[in-house]
């Protein structure tokens, strides 16, 4: 495929849209805006967090998805069952490469795993709790864990199962046991977005605060939202390790029960992944007192800014002191790489849409080697996502959003304990924001498109439009950009590789570009609907008679 002249980006925001009719083509342009950062980071409104429109092809998950698949999927030693016909389970069943490490061969691991009540139309018709009862008995007598999740689907909710009371009615049989039930049904929300809410609040209440018992170790961290896909939570324990920090838990990747049981008692959460779990920082910092900011790992720059930056909050010299030895260490290795593969890679052009922070972290990673981002959005992002968390107030609360429970948490009378005295905030000072999070837009340059909800259609326009040298997105986009004869980057299961966290991560990543934009392969591609398009027709009125 030829390379198009330049196109403005107000020519290209206009013909995402032209072929929808006016009233669609209205809605889509609020979601699609051309950056340009003002005054104290002021950027334009973009609307996120909407319905998709029914007939357009979405990037986006369910919330059944977002809630067993993306934040409790990576946890290994709680059951997790989902109540609904085999389909839902297959499709959350390790399609995320998130990776586990049991201390031992002996030790619980049930990631391999998905279990499902494999619901048929006799429960579509009287009803599934007796057959879910069933299925926790026998995975109870099979795997005899400490703990159980149940996962709602659509049908589940349609013929209105109370998982809940199934729930509370297994664990008195099996008080040894802690049971829980999502109500996270697929149609819950807009997105898998509102998954991530429903699941943010059922560990909170269910699980946070059961265990009292802190971990070994100085400087405890509990790291939100990372999810160890192709193993960067690995990755990132291993430098924290190396820099003297213990990481108390990972939510969720890598996880297991007790960790998130006693996460409560850390001095500090850091949020990887700001939409899917910022719902849980917030709700600890009001009950227990721990302080959270954001931190991003993808990327040398950013790994060495979020160590300096955790360092800092202890305001331990001796902390300071390694996390920059290890940063100088760990950098040498990545300044060679980066700098062969930036001599390649320098000037080349990137779009990517995925997830609720990836599209944002992924920018940095791109700009070590010189690329840049010329278009990026989430799939199931709100406005705080991209424009910063300042602009939260003025978000209006719609039908969708109030789908879901907002839970009123107040501090724990025993379990509370401010983490930071007066001393701290004084030496923190007022630059370093805690709850805060800057968003997309600010970091992307002027007249960089922003598109939210992306969709086919209008991922082909800007194929065709602007020839990107690399497209990150899913495997639902993955085939249509090959065959354009663009490079495609899965950024939510790293296709085959990984880990692309830390140090070590941002030197695969490097790597990994630099092959896949380098190679000579994708110029020999031929689209089959360049030739042959597979479906033609002709309208009737056209035809002779
Ligand atoms: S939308 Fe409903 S039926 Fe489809 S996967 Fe999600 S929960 Fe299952």
Redesign the pocket.
């Known amino acids: 495929m030829e390379k198009k002249p330049e196109l403005k980006p107000e020519e290209a925001a206009m013909e995402l849209v032209a072929c929808f009719p006016a009233k669609v083509a209205r809605k889509r342009s609020k979601q699609i805006v051309i950056n340009e950062v003002g005054p104290e980071e002021q950027v334009p409104e973009v609307m996120a967090n909407v319905r998709t429109i029914p007939g357009i092809i979405t990037m986006r998950?369910?919330?059944?998805?977002g809630c067993k698949g993306v934040v409790l999927g990576p946890t290994r030693d709680i059951l997790q069952i989902t109540h609904?016909?085999i389909?839902?389970g297959f499709?959350?069943w390790a399609t995320r490469r998130n990776q586990t490490r049991p201390a031992t061969g002996e030790d619980t691991n049930f990631m391999p795993y998905a279990l499902s009540t494999d619901m048929q139309e006799e429960q579509i018709i009287f009803g599934g709790e007796k057959k879910l009862k069933k299925a926790i008995e026998e995975a109870i007598a099979l795997f005899n864990p400490k703990a159980i999740g149940i996962f709602?689907?659509?049908?589940v909710g349609l013929i209105g199962d109370d998982v809940h009371s199934v729930a509370r009615e297994m664990e008195a049989k099996y008080p040894g046991i802690n049971i829980f039930g999502f109500s996270?049904?697929?149609?819950k929300g807009v997105s898998q977005s509102a998954g991530h809410h429903v699941a943010n609040n059922k560990v909170f209440t269910d699980v946070v605060g059961l265990i009292d018992e802190p971990k070994e170790g100085k400087y405890k961290v509990n790291l939100l939202g990372e999810y160890n896909i192709g193993g960067d939570a690995f990755e990132i324990e291993r430098i924290f390790e190396k820099a003297g920090l213990t990481l108390h838990s990972s939510f969720s990747g890598n996880s297991v029960y007790e960790e998130f049981a006693s996460a409560h008692t850390a001095d500090l959460n850091v949020v990887m992944c700001h939409r899917s779990i910022n719902y849980l920082a917030e709700m600890m910092e009001k009950k227990y007192g721990i302080p959270w900011f954001k931190v991003n790992f993808i990327g040398a720059e950013a790994s060495a800014k979020s160590l300096r930056k955790i360092a800092e909050y202890y305001g331990d010299k001796e902390l300071m002191d390694k996390v920059e030895e290890v940063i100088a260490e760990e950098m040498k290795e990545v300044a060679r790489v980066r700098d062969d593969v930036a001599s390649r890679c320098a000037g080349k052009t990137a779009m990517m849409f995925v997830g609720g922070s990836r599209a944002h972290h992924y920018q940095d990673i791109f700009k070590e080697i010189g690329m840049k981002t010329i278009a990026a959005g989430y799939e199931f992002a709100h406005r705080d996502d991209y424009e910063g968390r300042k602009v939260i107030p003025s978000i209006k609360v719609d039908a969708d959003s109030r789908n879901i429970e907002e839970l009123k948490v107040t501090a724990d009378p025993e379990k509370y304990r401010d983490r930071l005295t007066e001393a701290d905030r004084k030496r923190l000072g007022d630059e370093f924001k805690f709850k805060n999070y800057e968003g997309m837009m600010p970091d992307m340059d002027p007249k960089t498109l922003v598109i939210d909800d992306l969709n086919h259609h209008e991922m082909e326009v800007l194929i065709e439009k602007f020839h990107p040298d690399i497209f990150c997105a899913g495997v639902k986009e993955k085939y249509v950009v090959q065959k354009y004869g663009i490079p495609m980057k899965q950024l939510h299961s790293y296709d085959y590789g990984g880990p692309y966290a830390g140090f070590q991560g941002a030197i695969n990543f490097y790597r990994d570009i630099d092959k896949m934009i380098n190679t000579k392969v994708w110029s020999l591609v031929k689209a089959p609907w360049d030739d042959s398009p597979e479906l033609t027709a002709t309208y009737a009125c056209d035809q002779a008679v």
């Open positions: 998950g369910c919330s059944y998805a609904g016909p389909g839902c499709y959350s709602s689907t659509c049908p996270c049904e697929g149609y």
